[in-house]
Structure formats: C-alpha cells, structure tokens
T-cell receptor, first 114, second 113 residues
Framework: DVKVTQSSRYLVKRTGEKVFLECVQDMDHENMFWYRQDPGLGLRLIYFSYDVKMKEKGDIPEGYSVSREKKERFSLILESASTNQTSMYLC?????????????FGPGTRLTVL | DQQVKQNSPSLSVQEGRISILNCDYTNSMFDYFLWYKKYPAEGPTFLIS?????DKNEDGRFTVFLNKSAKHLSLHIVPSQPGDSAVYFCAASDEDSSYKLIFGSGTRLLVRP
C-alpha cells in the first residue's frame, strides 16, 4: 500500500513568516506533486518533481518554491506567507513505470495565514 | 481557462438510486481520465479510470462512460449508499505529459438515507 504522509494536518502562521510543508512517500515513486485545494477551484498544481533535484512549475507557482533533495521527500516552501495562501495543501506521488500513472495523495495540510 | 469542468458543484440523491456525476473537457489531446473521491480532512483517493480507446469501464457499483465526440465523461454510482457522500473530482492527462493530471473543480455528492 502506498503511503504518502504530510508533516502537519493543521498549521497556523502569521503573514510574512517562512513556512515549510513536508511530504514523504514510501513507494519509491519518481514523481511528486504539490497542489492546493480551494472551494470551487478544485485541485491546482503548484509544483511537481519528476526526479531528485528536478522541479517544474505547475499552474500557480507564484509565492512558492520547492525542494527535492531525496527521492522520498518533497518540500513546499512559502517564502513569505500571505493571507491568500490560506488553503488546503495536498501532496501526491506517482510512479513513472507504465504509461498512465495514478497519483496517490497524502491527507493534506490545512494552512491558515493570519 | 479550465480544461476540465465539472459544472455541478453539488448533487443530492436518495439512497439506493443512481448518482450521475458529469465532467466536460476541452483539450482533445487528453487520452486518459480518472475519478477521485475525497472525504473531508482526507486526501483524494483514486476511484476508477478510463482510457480514450474505451467508452466504458466498470468496477462494482461504479461505471465511467466516455463520449469523445462530445468531450464528456460521466461517473455512475448504482446503487448509491450514504458512504458515497463525498466530493468527486474528475481528472485528465494527455499523451505528452502522462504523469501530470488536470483536475476539475469537484462535485459534492450527498446520498440521503
């Protein structure tokens, strides 16, 4: 069974703080993703990584950065948190084996920026 | 511009009846479609998928239909159960980036006992 874990379920930060969200997967997946989920907007891709130290911007990368130093770990960084970054953040991973690759999601981190 | 659209934000059905969730897409390069189910405070979980070479895929109570000419797919749940109450997301991928998924905005299904 694939397991994707996220470091926190709930997080409250202040405007301007640097925020780290950690994600770890245990299935040796090559691909990892960070999404945010907002009501009426579905899941929007922030960044993804298809290999260690490799990253690509998704649809809404502004205000975020990522780090992938090890295959199993993918971190999302909010350099200076703002209130419009209050959201549910979801991490996912998938294998590159095969052609169509189901993504497996973590439980999410509900971030509130005050 | 949303490439994957779920135009019904919510749906309510009686237990035992059929639930039909709809999804439209605009990108004709999409060749693989998935449905995910999400309970509150949990991550989405994969439900069922369909390749563009098929027009139907069935898994127990869940069936996905694909109409390529209309760029439309639907998820049928028969019979609906209260435990099916969740948000359902439609997602699509294309041949050029098969590891990347484009999600719709979701439909909240409520199955009334």
């Amino acid at each position: 069974d694939v397991k994707v874990t996220q470091s926190s379920r709930y997080l409250v930060k202040r405007t301007g703080e640097k925020v780290f969200l950690e994600c770890v997967q245990d299935m040796d997946h090559e691909n990892m993703f960070w999404y945010r989920q907002d009501p009426g907007l579905g899941l929007r891709l922030i960044y993804f990584s298809y290999d260690v130290k490799m990253k690509e911007k998704g649809d809404i990368p502004e205000g975020y950065s990522v780090s992938r130093e090890k295959k199993e770990r993918f971190s999302l960084i909010l350099e200076s948190a703002s209130t419009n970054q209050t959201s549910m953040y979801l991490c996912a991973s998938s294998s590159s084996a095969g052609y169509y690759n189901e993504q497996f999601f973590g439980p999410g981190t509900r971030l509130t920026v005050l | 511009d949303q490439q994957v659209k779920q135009n019904s934000p919510s749906l309510s059905v009686q237990e035992g009846r059929i639930s039909i969730l709809n999804c439209d897409y605009t990108n004709s390069m999409f060749d693989y479609f998935l449905w995910y189910k999400k309970y509150p405070a949990e991550g989405p979980t994969f439900l069922i998928s369909i390749s563009s070479i098929k027009d139907k895929n069935e898994d127990g109570r869940f069936t996905v239909f694909l109409n390529k000419s209309a760029k439309h797919l639907s998820l049928h749940i028969v019979p609906s159960q209260p435990g099916d109450s969740a948000v359902y997301f439609c997602a699509a991928s294309d041949e050029d980036s098969s590891y990347k998924l484009i999600f719709g905005s979701g439909t909240r299904l409520l199955v009334r006992p």
